[in-house]
């Protein structure tokens, strides 16, 4: 290799090494600074580290053992990671670490590499600068941890709601039960006593409106078979589960021991109680619907 060609490949490798953005050193065996790039010298005299900014003749593996304070520890962890590449036990060794400053926080990701070629020991050292990384990292745990406590937060009111509806719905069905009850036991029987007593036309005029409104007034709380059973005599009970399960009239009247004329009854009751005065409407159908 000629002098010029020896000149041109010098300049040619500094003039990369400058081109690059992560703080770059170059060390020897003992781990003694040999070179740095741009990037090196530009961060010490932004950070006022002191002498030369450059760093040249510094030894970097003493500097990385002597650190005190917070530091400490990834600094000696650091110097452990280049022995190794400079003793050949490792190929590289890689370590990212906080470097925080004045202005804010700062992360590093560091890589020591040792180069293989025919000459003395030497081991690249460079330190990129992973802060933007670091902080949109940080940032999407906080969003992480935002969303498992907002989901928490959710499951757990919806745990609540599903109580409060639990409960409301029991209300609800305790109040239609209490309803039933006291018209079946307490108004309905003297409404049929009026009816049967010897009133004038005028008179049993009202006391049929006054029926027809009271059933329209419980129709909407025979929606459940538990609720409308609280209004049925035993044997409707009997007869509207029988037609829910698909039995004709005669099959009914056998299983009962009744007549079938009492079934054809008791389903025209039912269809009474339930507010089925359409005929087209089926009995069974309606039943079945019922929850």
Not at 68 to 86: F, M, N, Q, W, Y
Not at 227 to 244: C, H, M, R
Not at 253 to 261: C, G
Request: hydrophobic letters at 40%; charged letters at 30%; glycine letters at 6%.
């Amino acid at each position: 290799m000629t002098t010029e060609t020896m000149a041109f490949s010098d300049a040619l490798a500094r003039t990369v090494l400058d081109s690059l953005s992560a703080h770059i050193a170059i060390i020897d065996q003992k781990g003694i600074i040999l070179e740095t790039n741009k990037a090196w010298r530009r961060y010490g005299s932004k950070n006022n580290l002191g002498g030369d900014f450059d760093s040249i003749g510094t030894n970097y593996l003493e500097v990385c053992e002597s650190a005190t304070g917070d530091e400490a520890k990834d600094a000696a962890k650091v110097a452990e990671g280049i022995r190794l590449v400079i003793s050949g036990e490792a190929k590289e060794f890689l370590y990212d670490y906080p470097c925080h400053a004045p202005d804010g926080k700062h992360w590093y990701y560091m890589r020591a590499i040792r180069m293989f070629y025919e000459g003395p020991v030497r081991v690249v050292i460079s330190h990129e600068d992973i802060t933007d990384l670091k902080l949109t990292e940080e940032a999407l745990k906080e969003s992480e941890a935002a969303l498992l406590e907002q989901k928490k937060n959710l499951e757990e009111t919806n745990v609540a709601l599903k109580v409060l509806l639990k409960q409301r719905e029991n209300d609800k069905l305790e109040l239609e039960q209490k309803v039933l009850g006291n018209m079946k036991e307490l108004v309905f029987p003297y409404v049929e006593k009026l009816k049967r007593a010897g009133l004038k036309s005028g008179e049993r005029t009202y006391i049929e409106i006054i029926d027809a409104h009271l059933k329209d007034i419980i129709s909407p709380f025979l929606q459940r078979m538990s609720a409308a059973n609280i209004f049925l005599t035993p044997q409707e009970i009997q007869v509207a589960t029988l037609v829910k399960d698909g039995k004709t009239s005669k099959e009914i009247a056998d299983v009962l021991n009744i007549a079938e004329t009492t079934v054809h009854f008791h389903r025209r009751n039912l269809r009474i109680k339930f507010g089925l005065d359409n005929r087209k409407t089926n009995l069974r159908t309606y039943l079945l619907s019922l929850s």
